[in-house]
């Protein structure tokens, strides 16, 4: 497989573009696999780039039910970030991060990858003691962090609402310059080229329909294409977790729900920087192609169905109209959901199971696209050597059975808070 | 739109109601002589179920009362609903 170049992008213009290799192959799957990652989203073409790369095993498969990269790294919207507070989060997604300022070269395909920078608006006193606070925990942890005052926001952003009479007035902000956004498909597509180069299989339209045990080990997984006998297993399939695991008889502290995301009409260049809400939840950036990329809060009810319901909508554009009222008169052309395997304390489960061969992946809540770089690294680690890497070891499945819970923003064990 | 049936007000759009969750987790009848693992199970972990899902709303518009709902979580079909009380899914099994 040849490398992406200057070179060969001029070589194939002069042949009209015709003579570009397939980015990856589409092979019959093997008998037997050494390692087989469920789910090829970014996390589970990572973690079988990874495994391929950093550790040395070749013998791997992908399994997707649809598509690839057609589940939520394909409905995200798209924010890369680390502004976290609590060691076992803010450690990993720095990580994640370090890995995004990588990413094209270590891929040799441009993910696009953005540093912006993502503000978080305070709108309240309270709200500005905690962001100095979150901001200062991100400076001890060596991770970039900047606190402003509402008037270097609004010379930052004069778009939002300062008016006299705004119903939240905006008190200031935390910036975190290295932040902002990557373009999702590209990375679903760069890593399952780099994984297919290192000998991994990506098998699609492939669905996991069972698995056969032995003692406390999966043997053989049932697929719609066949049953693969494998070594070890790797769930990464987001919101589809508790499915997969009601076929092994697992439950996990996980419940299913959905998110919905919206693209405006395209703008000319107005929105430079991934701005979020503090009085509402609330999210916004624009895309290289001049749509608005926006979101806010899940639907609150449990759901598998990629599809949302109208009064959430009227819910974000409200928040949205509350700290942009420019948007007013801009109109919604696409809107999709996608869903979220929100865990009991807002924070992902990357580690084992309760099953010998199988691993976790899964909890993402809102957050997953941000960490897939991060999340493939110390999934691949834990798979093969049977053990977390140390940026994970605080994200294992235990904690909710011993109540070290990793709770970012003190919501409790209610899914749909975090 | 979800149109959820409240025993007391009739058929209301989910609007009016506050999500609360899971009805079929039980929280240990005697708490003081329940294990860990009780509370463990109590408190996280979750059926999660692709399909049927009993659930509690609150219709916090309304009359506030808690309302028992069946609900298919991919369809967001509403197949039955009732008081706290009801065994919506052994009733629903048995009609089928």
């Given at each position: 497989?040849?490398?992406?170049?200057?070179?060969?992008l001029?070589?194939n213009?002069?042949?009209?573009?015709?003579?570009?290799?397939?980015a990856?192959?589409?092979?019959?799957?093997?008998?037997?696999y050494?390692?087989?990652?469920?789910?090829?989203?970014?996390?589970g073409?990572?973690?079988?780039?990874?495994?391929?790369?950093?550790?040395?095993?070749?013998?791997i498969?992908?399994?997707?039910?649809?598509?690839?990269?057609?589940?939520?790294?394909?409905?995200?919207?798209?924010?890369?970030?680390?502004?976290?507070?609590?060691?076992?989060?803010?450690?990993?997604y720095?990580?994640?991060?370090?890995?995004?300022?990588?990413?094209?070269?270590?891929?040799?395909?441009?993910?696009?990858?953005?540093?912006?920078?993502?503000?978080?608006?305070?709108?309240?006193?309270?709200?500005?003691?905690?962001?100095?606070?979150?901001?200062?925990?991100?400076?001890l942890?060596?991770?970039?962090?900047?606190?402003?005052?509402?008037?270097?926001?609004?010379?930052?952003?004069?778009?939002?609402?300062?008016?006299?009479?705004?119903?939240?007035?905006?008190?200031?902000?935390?910036?975190?310059?290295?932040?902002?956004?990557a373009?999702?498909?590209?990375?679903?597509?760069?890593?399952a080229?780099?994984?297919?180069?290192?000998?991994?299989?990506?098998?699609?339209?492939?669905?996991?329909?069972?698995?056969?045990?032995?003692?406390?080990?999966?043997?053989?997984?049932?697929?719609?294409?066949?049953?693969?006998?494998?070594?070890?297993?790797?769930?990464?399939?987001?919101?589809?977790?508790?499915?997969?695991?009601?076929?092994?008889?697992?439950?996990?502290?996980?419940?299913?729900?959905?998110?919905?995301?919206?693209?405006?009409?395209?703008?000319?260049?107005?929105?430079?920087?991934v701005?979020?809400?503090?009085?509402?939840?609330?999210?916004?950036?624009?895309?290289?192609?001049?749509?608005?990329?926006?979101?806010?809060?899940?639907?609150?009810?449990?759901?598998?169905?990629?599809?949302?319901?109208?009064p959430?909508?009227?819910?974000?554009?409200?928040?949205?109209l509350?700290?942009i009222?420019?948007?007013s008169?801009?109109?919604?052309?696409?809107?999709?959901?996608?869903?979220?395997?929100?865990?009991?304390?807002?924070?992902?489960?990357?580690?084992?199971?309760?099953?010998?061969?199988?691993?976790?992946?899964?909890?993402?809540?809102?957050?997953?696209?941000?960490?897939?770089?991060?999340?493939?690294?110390?999934?691949?680690?834990?798979?093969?050597?049977?053990?977390?890497?140390?940026?994970?070891?605080?994200?294992?499945?235990?904690r909710?059975?011993?109540?070290?819970?990793v709770?970012?923003?003190?919501?409790?064990?209610?899914?749909?808070?975090? | 739109?979800?149109?959820?049936?409240?025993?007391?007000?009739?058929?209301?759009?989910?609007?009016?109601?506050?999500?609360?969750?899971?009805?079929?987790?039980?929280?240990?009848?005697?708490?003081?002589?329940a294990?860990?693992?009780?509370?463990?199970?109590?408190?996280?972990?979750?059926?999660?179920?692709?399909?049927?899902?009993?659930?509690?709303?609150?219709?916090?518009?309304?009359?506030?009362?808690?309302?028992?709902?069946?609900?298919?979580?991919?369809?967001?079909?509403?197949?039955?609903?009732?008081?706290?009380?009801?065994?919506?899914?052994?009733?629903?099994?048995?009609?089928?």
């Amino acid at each position: 497989m040849s490398k992406y170049s200057v070179l060969g992008l001029i070589k194939n213009a002069f042949n009209d573009n015709k003579n570009w290799e397939r980015a990856w192959r589409d092979p019959e799957p093997k008998k037997h696999y050494d390692v087989i990652i469920i789910g090829a989203g970014g996390h589970g073409l990572a973690s079988a780039f990874y495994l391929a790369k950093n550790h040395g095993i070749k013998n791997i498969a992908v399994l997707e039910k649809g598509y690839l990269g057609g589940g939520n790294t394909g409905r995200n919207t798209t924010i890369v970030r680390s502004n976290y507070m609590l060691d076992e989060n803010a450690l990993f997604y720095e990580k994640s991060l370090k890995l995004w300022e990588q990413l094209s070269h270590e891929l040799n395909f441009n993910v696009m990858f953005s540093q912006r920078g993502v503000l978080n608006l305070a709108n309240s006193d309270s709200q500005m003691d905690a962001i100095t606070r979150r901001g200062n925990t991100m400076r001890l942890n060596g991770i970039d962090a900047e606190l402003l005052d509402r008037r270097q926001v609004k010379k930052m952003i004069p778009y939002l609402d300062f008016s006299k009479t705004a119903r939240f007035q905006i008190k200031g902000g935390l910036l975190q310059r290295r932040g902002g956004t990557a373009r999702h498909d590209a990375v679903a597509w760069g890593f399952a080229r780099g994984a297919d180069q290192l000998g991994v299989d990506i098998i699609q339209n492939c669905e996991v329909t069972g698995f056969k045990t032995k003692g406390n080990n999966i043997e053989i997984v049932e697929t719609s294409r066949g049953p693969i006998g494998c070594g070890k297993v790797g769930f990464a399939v987001a919101g589809s977790t508790g499915h997969l695991a009601s076929k092994l008889g697992m439950k996990l502290p996980i419940e299913s729900h959905v998110l919905q995301a919206f693209v405006s009409e395209p703008l000319k260049p107005i929105i430079d920087h991934v701005v979020t809400f503090g009085a509402g939840h609330f999210y916004i950036s624009q895309s290289d192609k001049g749509g608005l990329v926006f979101g806010g809060d899940i639907d609150m009810y449990n759901s598998y169905a990629q599809k949302g319901n109208l009064p959430l909508i009227e819910d974000v554009v409200t928040a949205g109209l509350a700290m942009i009222p420019g948007l007013s008169r801009l109109r919604i052309v696409r809107h999709w959901g996608g869903i979220m395997d929100m865990s009991m304390d807002g924070s992902p489960i990357i580690g084992k199971s309760p099953i010998d061969n199988l691993y976790l992946n899964c909890g993402w809540c809102y957050g997953g696209f941000k960490a897939t770089p991060g999340s493939g690294w110390v999934f691949a680690h834990t798979i093969a050597n049977d053990a977390p890497h140390e940026l994970n070891a605080g994200l294992n499945f235990d904690r909710f059975r011993v109540g070290r819970s990793v709770d970012e923003n003190g919501g409790g064990p209610v899914p749909n808070r975090h | 739109m979800i149109r959820i049936k409240c025993p007391y007000c009739g058929l209301r759009d989910h609007s009016e109601f506050n999500y609360i969750g899971d009805a079929t987790k039980i929280r240990p009848v005697s708490p003081e002589l329940a294990n860990d693992e009780e509370w463990f199970d109590y408190i996280y972990i979750r059926d999660n179920p692709r399909g049927v899902h009993q659930e509690y709303w609150q219709h916090i518009t309304g009359c506030r009362s808690y309302v028992k709902v069946l609900r298919d979580t991919v369809t967001h079909e509403v197949l039955k609903t009732g008081l706290p009380s009801d065994d919506l899914l052994f009733s629903y099994e048995a009609e089928k």
